[in-house]
């Protein structure tokens, strides 16, 4: 196996995207991504754990920072469920978009670690070859959140109006409850649910990965020289000024479609 210093460009961008993959069984279909898994649930337990420790600390007198952070967060993300979602947001859905976002955010932001530092001075010691640090940019990671939202869309849907009333409505909206427009509310419905994982999903995936492709494209230019790399190091820091945009408003976006799709479970067409 070469080292990463003699890589080629294509082999150089090939391994920082290949991940730690363990096959499940005897053939090559079923396989898990054990570095998305990992850095998956160890990003929801922590960034879970800090937001515990400081709700356990908080005081109803002078708030601290990371106190007044965590309540202007909360308090935002209360706002835009309340402008969408029209029940009791406090059972389930208000709670539910918070943790997306801040789960979703914090997954994001590991697209900021310098892949490079982290491959030679984390992963390596620790003999691993093939790590990645992004779980968002692995399209199992954001197709299984989708699926989840879905699921619960589905479960919602069901709860409010009943298993009957469900199915009725699959049948009957949007285009009314005439027999001969049946077919067609039918398959619009099944349209619909395909697309909602399908987007919800691709939408997250496509911007990180491409976020994840021009940082590396940016240090393979830094490579080259010495002009790459002051040219390298300007639009690198450029494209991270950028991306901070990104990274936040991805988590923004992917929560607002959570709450908007169990806010349609519950109120129907």
């Known amino acids: 196996m070469a080292t990463e210093g003699t890589l080629t460009p294509s082999e ?11 096959a499940i069984g005897e053939g090559a279909f079923w396989s898990l991504n054990i570095d998305s898994l990992v850095m998956g649930v160890l990003l929801g337990i922590i960034s879970m754990a800090l937001i515990w420790m400081v709700a356990r600390k908080a005081t109803a007198g002078v708030p601290s920072k990371g106190q007044a952070f965590v309540e202007l967060m909360f308090g935002f993300i209360d706002d835009q469920v309340k402008n969408i979602f029209h029940g ?3 059972a ?6 918070l943790t997306v976002f801040i789960w979703v955010l914090v997954m994001n932001s590991m697209d900021f670690l310098p892949i490079d530092v982290m491959a030679h001075f984390i992963y390596a010691p620790l003999g691993i070859h093939e ?19 879905w699921i619960l869309m589905i479960y919602f849907g069901i709860k409010v109006k009943g298993f009957g009333g469900w199915i009725h409505e699959l049948f009957t909206a ?28 691709l939408r997250l995936f496509g911007n990180m990965y491409a976020g994840e ?5 940016l240090g393979l230019l830094a490579s080259t020289s010495v002009t790459g790399v002051f040219f390298g ?3 690198g820091a450029g494209w991270s000024i950028f991306h901070i945009l990104i990274v936040g408003l991805q988590a923004f976006v992917f929560m607002m479609l959570t709450v ?3 806010s349609m479970a519950h109120e129907g067409h």
């Open 260 to 262: 908007v799709y169990l």
């Open 131 to 149: 790590w990645r640090s992004v779980p968002t940019s692995d399209i199992n990671t954001t197709f299984a959140l989708a699926i989840a939202v």
């Open 213 to 217: 492709v021009i940082f590396l494209l």
């Open 174 to 201: 949007p285009f009314g409850s005439k027999i001969w427009v049946w077919p067609a509310n039918f398959l619009f419905n099944i349209i619909e649910y395909i697309s909602k994982p399908l987007s919800h999903s």
């Open 12 to 22: 150089y961008i090939t391994h920082h995207l290949t991940f730690n993959t363990k």
């Open 88 to 90: 009791d947001r406090h």
């Open 92 to 97: 389930f859905i208000a709670p539910a978009a």
């Open 233 to 235: 190091a300007l639009l």
